[in-house]
């Protein structure tokens, strides 16, 4: 019984839930609503440097999701999911955002609260290969870690460096880093589909081969000024 509880939590829950995070369809009006409380999170939390994500890893990341406030969930067990935004770097700056839901255990997205906003920062081709799939499992099919926070990386260990996602979630103001290990990540296509058209497909919008709705235009420029890519200036963060 212990084996098949721990089944459950583990695997059957976070795909149910994602599946149902996902199944929840959305129109237009929540799409810009999530863009836009996206957009108030990530400038929120890079507002203090020293308690934010060190911008050494921000001006590397290959793509960057952000869930605002997941929601609780009652299912056999205490679970969390949500839906949120990602957008990857291109030769051309940051991409139009995809849309996306995220579900998991409880005891994965924890940190004392009800409501927590998750950041998850994907740093190489493999990451971004896995973001690119129908559905992936943090940790499973990616190596993911809790990531540093502050204004440089230099203290983090060999483990953080070296994963291919690195989590954070911040709840009632607290930021930090946090393992998301046994979430489910997958495309939100009803939500791509409300904002691009019924042809949208994820790896299109985040390879820039999609326009940027206007909607967009306060979140990309927050992008460009707090993670620039590695030789790129930008205007003074004041």
Request: net charge positive; aromatic share 6%.
């Amino acid at each position: 019984m212990k084996r098949l509880s721990k089944f459950t939590v583990g695997v059957l829950l976070p795909l149910i839930l994602a599946s149902l995070a996902a199944a929840a369809s959305s129109d237009r009006t929540q799409d810009v609503e999530r863009i836009d409380h996206a957009t108030r999170v990530f400038h929120s939390i890079m507002r203090t440097p020293d308690h934010a994500i060190p911008s050494d890893l921000l001006s590397s990341a290959r793509c960057i999701a952000i869930i605002p406030g997941e929601k609780q969930a009652a299912f056999l067990i205490g679970a969390k999911y949500g839906k949120g935004i990602v957008t990857c770097r291109t030769a051309h700056g940051w991409s139009a955002p995809a849309f996306l839901a995220i579900a998991g255990g409880s005891y994965g997205f924890q940190i004392g609260a009800a409501s927590t906003d998750i950041v998850m920062i994907f740093r190489n081709r493999h990451g971004l290969a896995d973001l690119l799939s129908d559905k992936f499992r943090v940790g499973a099919d990616a190596t993911a870690a809790a990531g540093p926070v502050g204004r440089h990386v230099a203290a983090a260990t060999n483990i953080t460096l070296h994963s291919e996602i690195l989590t954070y979630a911040r709840s009632r103001g607290a930021f930090a880093g946090i393992s998301l290990n046994g979430a489910v990540v997958q495309p939100d296509d009803s939500g791509n589909a409300a904002m691009y058209g019924p042809n949208a497909r994820t790896r299109e919008i985040l390879d820039g081969a999609v326009h940027a709705p206007v909607a967009a235009r306060r979140l990309l420029v927050a992008l460009r000024r707090y993670s620039p890519a590695p030789g790129e200036t930008v205007a003074s963060k004041r």
